[in-house]
């Protein structure tokens, strides 16, 4: 199976604010089967607010 995943490339300047260049979008495979004892998950939201950032 082949999906697509959005990929830190670098880290976000001196103001912490991130700008398209800061990330990548890759393709990979994975196997189209779950191993026993394993787990497949789409994540299907995320949120990466700004209180959760550490500030220097």
């Known amino acids: 199976m082949i999906i697509q995943?959005?990929?830190l490339n670098s880290r976000p300047g001196k103001?912490?604010?991130p700008v398209a260049e800061n990330f990548r979008l890759?393709?990979?495979?994975i196997a189209d089967t779950v191993p026993a004892g394993h787990?497949?998950?789409k994540t299907l939201y995320l949120s990466v607010d700004p209180y959760m950032a550490?500030?220097?």
């Not at 890759?26 to 495979?29: D, I, K, L």
Request: aromatic share 0%; glycine share 6%.
């Open 15 to 17: 103001n912490g604010v």
């Open 26 to 29: 890759e393709q990979s495979t």
């Open 5 to 7: 995943r959005v990929v």
């Open 54 to 56: 550490k500030l220097q």
């Open 39 to 41: 787990v497949l998950v």
